[in-house]
């Protein structure tokens, strides 16, 4: 057993440990009107179950909730109907969720194997207001996902493209002729879409996001269509491309306030939105977690529509081990919190500050204590001291639940830059979290490997980044477009296998580690955003295979080691980065690069 390995289950073991004051109490599913593959409809048994543990059980019971292995068929009609506001997802509500966990204090979900599928436009499962949970050995899929799987059949400079849905896809053509997919409670019109290679399923070499028009299709009586709009002569017959929208209503997992979860052995195969989702939690283990296909003989090709997994203003430690990321539509992880825009200052004490992307808000953002930062937007500079909060409440509605402005007050007086006369943001340094990312392989997937933004440690260790095609690593901190904080301290890259990244060009992709800010202004920035001491950021004993230049960019950093790492040219593809260099740096301070 490796090292990783050994790590992730002491982490395991001493989150699940069961609360002694408190009875053990068992419910199997089996036993209460849900067997496996009855293709009955799970999920207002799954409520009623539910319901009758909370009204059973003492608040300090160690309860486990049982599955047989086989398949669970859960359906909208019976669901539970929740409000959510879910951190980088489309705000609508309500939301029909299959499985509904909130305020367990010592709960196990024991899958044994189960595999979960859903039907229509559903979140899965929900954590939320909950301590010492465990979820382990289940799957979750979609029966019919959102996401259109094609084949190219025939590519015609003239004709346009001729494709073929695959076999689980219901479709047809719209009255204003449009290929439109749908199924029961949803419908959607694809105008974009990511290439895989048929046999090995990379994403097709310099393709990026494909953006089509399936206006005038035309279709055969064996269900071959032709759309005579969409000319792309990079997509040769038996390319598969994963057709899709940029909508992403819910993710598989939410985890909302939650403390010491544990998920072992869960694989997400398909989300409509992220495949994991955890906002406001404290302590997350995640071992042999997985966002992937079923094996080598699944016929899909793409997983979710978007991360694999996600962290937004979270603290505590998030352990990531031996897990499998492949297929998504985005990042295998992204860590970070959200800055508040200074809409107004009403005192030297008191300001007004607002969500700004129309994908983050409606949630808590911070509680009296937290530590707090100013940022000024255009140069990314720390305006004034940390300050902490000594009250904040909406400032927009009456409660939490939707709210895009909040009001807070301030222990010291603010600095009297700060207004809503400039761009300015507000950082809660509060809810960071420590992260160790370690043994996982991340493959075959749209835009970037990892993405971290957190000034606690970061270890990325032992990790296989195998055709990310974009950026592998991204350190990143943005107050002016997806205002994700924020910058990175102490953040070790060490002993990973980096395989043929950057085939594609996404956002922040100019080398396969991305060290790469937002910053408007970086002639008027007076300080720099990383780092901040000697070897703040460590990459060392790595091994980069690739058919490209770049290797390292890194903008607006103070203490930088590039040591001891292995870099192998391979012609596995033809180099096309408009990037050049191997180690292209601005606005750097202390950096020490040894090849």
Known sequence: MNLNKVACLCLLMASCLSNLNGAERTYDLAQMGLKADSKKNASPILQRVINRIKTECNPEDSIILRFTEGKYFFHETGSAVRTYYISNHDQTNPKKVGIELEGFKHFTLEGNGAELIFHGRMLPLALLHSENCTLRNFSIDFANPHISQVRIVENDAEKGITFEPAPWVKWRISKDSVFEAYGKGWDARPSSGIAFEKENRHIVYNTSDLFFSTKEVTATKDGILTAPHWKDSRLIPGTVVAMRTWYRPAPGIFLHHNRNTVLENVKVHYAEGMGLLAQLCENITLQSFGVCLKGTDDPRYFTTQADATHFSGCKGKIVSCN?????????????????????????????????????????????????????????????????????????????????????????????????????????????????????????????????????????????????????????????????????????????????????????????????????????????????????????????????????????????????????????????????????????????????
């Open 323 to 595: 897990g499998l990321y492949e297929g998504m539509m985005d990042d295998a992880i992204n860590i970070h919190g959200t800055y508040l825009k200074v809409t107004k200052r009403i005192d030297d004490h008191t300001l007004i500050g607002r969500y700004m992307h129309n994908q983050s808000w409606g949630f808590e953002w911070g509680e009296p204590g937290d530590s707090i930062q100013f940022v000024r937007s255009k140069t990314m500079d720390i305006q004034g001291r940390p300050n902490s909060i000594t009250a904040i409440s909406p400032a927009d509605r009456s409660e939490t639940a939707g709210v895009r402005e909040f009001r807070i007050t301030f222990r010291d007086p603010i600095d009297p830059q700060i207004s809503e006369q400039e761009g300015y943001g507000i950082e809660n340094l509060t809810w960071t979290p420590e992260v160790e990312f370690k043994g996982n392989i991340i493959r075959n997937n749209r835009a970037r490997g990892t993405l971290f933004s957190t000034p606690q440690k970061v270890v990325v260790e032992d990790n296989l980044f195998d055709h990310t095609s974009g950026a592998a690593i991204l350190l990143c901190g943005d107050c002016n477009g997806w205002y994700e904080t924020g910058a990175c301290r102490n953040v070790v890259i060490r002993k990973n296998r980096f395989v043929n990244a950057l085939t594609n060009q996404f956002q922040f992709t100019n080398a396969v580690i991305s060290i790469y800010p937002e910053i408007p202004d970086l002639d008027g920035q007076q300080r720099y955003f990383h780092g901040g001491k000697e070897g703040s950021i460590l990459i060392e004993e790595n091994e980069f295979d690739t058919f490209d230049a770049p290797i390292l960019y890194a903008k607006s950093v103070d203490g930088l080691i590039f040591r001891r790492n292995v870099i192998k040219k391979n012609n596995e593809y033809k180099p096309f980065h408009w990037n050049q260099s191997r180690f292209l740096l601005e606005k750097v301070n202390r950096v020490k690069i040894v090849e």
